[in-house]
């Protein structure tokens, strides 16, 4: 633990936490305030110097900022919130996190402590506030005692750190962030990471160095791993495919980078060609594997090796450590693999034709990644448009692709796409919606213009919910039932907030405006204005 200086031996417990959270290394705080968190907001005051603190529009934009800060920097994001309604707003958000395994520490008020559990109707009340959290947390506390403040914030973030990164949730009651303690701050411990069993290694590694046809399969938790799994490919010159948490772990120009495992029907050929798969920080979830196939898993939750295909090589391990073992092995067993970029060009060449002839959409992508820098990051909503850059957008780096993982969450991709901005303000963030989910979150352009976040949202604009309206016209007889839109002049709309904004009508509009909105480095919207698409591109 560290001493509290000589005349300052007692603070606040809201300065407690920001001082533990200062030791934690957060830089940022998405939040709302509230009567819950007067003290707490007025220590964030006092250490402002220190710790950026970000008010959005609403408590759902907290947990979502926080997620893209998390994702595009590697770091816990945080939010600070006020109890009952505002935990309950910011659920999708962390819902989302939860589903993408992405560390993220959600701070809550709650109300007076004598009151908790006794029902009696105080403002935002809920009993029981942490049963709210749980099944999208990796862990849930409570604190009451301004004493065991710094202890509970260093066990949320070590709960964080050590294995699968998932949300965190604190909620503490306003005494308790009102009065005074002596606790001292307590020094981070780095986590170790877990190493798989050696054996298990020499194994996996023997039969990689055997296999005719290696197939790898990365996932999200792949990202902190991604100059190690690129050295093994190339060793290997194993074909690859990724989730779409896991795309940019792989160069997407890489020839090798055959697709992602989105309705995944054009990479089946890819994949019954295998005969030794190795799957790193992923599910392998609905890839279809068959009896024929020898599994190797990684993972560092045990219980996702195993869910859907049984390994003949478990390996229980943080993806990094992992695989950098299972390639010094496979140097001590083998040479390099001779190059087989020209086969897999081929292969990638039959599945982008196969994208390309499957609906519009995918010169939509092209003109988006025509635009995009190799730099930037692209945070893609649940629309039609999305799918197909699920698909079909090739990512060069990391942490650089934002998705809502098996949630599926709509109208995340504009909140995420400024927390990254925020995160990573070097590099050019983009978030692509539908007309339906960026009218889910655009209030949030008056948190981008009040601090200054220039992320570049571009609106897909088919004037409904494009594809439940897709599927009532192909699969109930075209009666059509909630899923057309009369939306605003979203232009003016974007204008009226103080951000660059402009409509286009065609993709080689799309990719100017791309390139004229991030080279202007403004908060913006670009509409691009199309005809209702006539497939899902699947």
């Given at each position: 633990m560290t001493e509290r200086p000589d005349g300052e031996s007692k603070r606040s417990g809201g300065s407690a936490v920001?001082?533990?959270l200062l030791r934690e290394g957060v830089e940022t705080v998405f939040g709302i305030p509230g009567v819950q968190l007067m003290h707490i907001l007025d220590s964030f005051h006092h250490g402002a110097d220190k710790?950026?603190?970000?008010?959005?529009?609403?408590?759902?934009?907290?947990?979502?900022?926080?997620?893209?800060?998390?994702?595009?920097?590697?770091?816990p994001g945080t939010t600070l919130i006020v109890p009952g309604p505002g935990v309950y707003n910011a659920g999708a958000g962390l819902a989302t996190a939860y589903a993408a395994s992405s560390p993220v520490?959600?701070?809550?008020?709650?109300?007076?402590?004598?009151?908790?559990g006794r029902g009696d109707s105080l403002p935002h009340e809920v009993h029981d506030q942490l049963d709210v959290v749980r099944p999208i947390?990796?862990?849930?506390?409570?604190?009451?005692?301004?004493?065991?403040?710094?202890?509970a914030v260093r066990r949320a973030f070590a709960?964080?750190?050590?294995?699968?990164?998932?949300?965190?949730?604190?909620?503490?009651?306003?005494?308790?962030?009102?009065e005074q303690t002596s606790a001292a701050v307590i020094e981070p411990v780095a986590s170790e990471p877990q190493r798989p069993d050696?054996?298990?290694?020499?194994?996996?590694?023997?039969?990689?160095?055997?296999?005719?046809?290696?197939?790898?399969?990365?996932?999200?938790?792949?990202?902190?791993?991604?100059?190690?799994?690129?050295?093994?490919?190339?060793?290997?010159?194993a074909a690859t495919i990724s989730t779409r948490e896991g795309k940019g772990v792989i160069d997407g120009h890489n020839p090798a980078a055959i697709g992602t495992l989105f309705v995944h029907q054009r990479l089946a050929p890819v994949i019954a060609n295998a005969d030794v798969v190795l799957a790193v920080g992923t599910r392998l979830?609905?890839?279809?594997?068959?009896?024929?196939?020898?599994?190797?898993?990684?993972d560092v939750d045990v219980s996702e090796i195993g869910r859907f295909t049984q390994p003949e090589v478990a390996l229980v391990g943080d993806a990094e450590t992992g695989v950098a073992d299972l390639l010094g092995a496979l140097r001590q067993m083998s040479d390099p693999d001779p190059d087989r970029s020209g086969e897999w060009r081929e292969v990638r060449e039959q599945v982008d034709a196969a994208h390309r002839a499957s609906g519009p959409q995918a010169a939509i992508v092209e003109a988006l990644s025509d635009s995009l820098p190799d730099d930037a990051i692209l945070a893609v909503d649940a629309t039609m448009v999305g799918y197909m850059c699920h698909m079909y957008l090739p990512v060069a780096r990391p942490r650089s692709y934002l998705t809502s993982s098996y949630m599926g969450t709509l109208g995340f991709a504009?909140?995420?796409?400024?927390?990254?901005k925020v995160a990573t303000p070097d590099r050019p963030s983009v978030s692509i919606s539908g007309d339906g989910g960026f009218l889910f979150a655009s209030n949030e352009l008056a948190t981008a213009v009040q601090y200054e976040i220039p992320a570049v949202h571009v609106v897909i604009n088919d004037g409904g919910y494009g594809n439940t309206r897709l599927d009532q016209e192909l699969n109930f007889g075209g009666r059509l039932l909630g899923t057309e839109l009369r939306n605003p002049d979203l232009v003016k709309y974007a204008e009226s907030f103080g951000c660059a904004a402009t409509r286009v009508a065609d993709n080689d509009g799309l990719r100017q405006a791309v390139r004229d909105m991030i080279a202007d480095n403004r908060p913006a919207v670009i509409e691009l204005a199309i005809d209702p698409l006539p497939t899902n591109g699947f």
């Open positions: 920001v001082e533990q710790i950026r603190y970000i008010t959005t529009r609403h408590e759902q934009a907290t947990a979502y900022m926080a997620d893209g800060y998390a994702r595009a920097s590697g770091k520490i959600q701070i809550s008020g709650q109300i007076n402590r004598g009151s908790i947390t990796k862990h849930a506390e409570r604190v009451t005692e301004a004493d065991q403040l710094p202890a709960a964080m750190a050590s294995g699968r990164p998932r949300p965190v949730h604190l909620e503490i009651p306003p005494e308790t962030m009102g050696p054996e298990l290694i020499e194994r996996a590694a023997g039969m990689l160095a055997e296999a005719d046809h290696p197939l790898l399969v990365v996932g999200g938790g792949a990202h902190g791993a991604a100059h190690v799994v690129r050295e093994l490919q190339r060793h290997l010159q979830q609905g890839v279809g594997l068959g009896d024929r196939h020898r599994l190797i898993h990684l504009m909140n995420m796409s400024l927390g990254a």
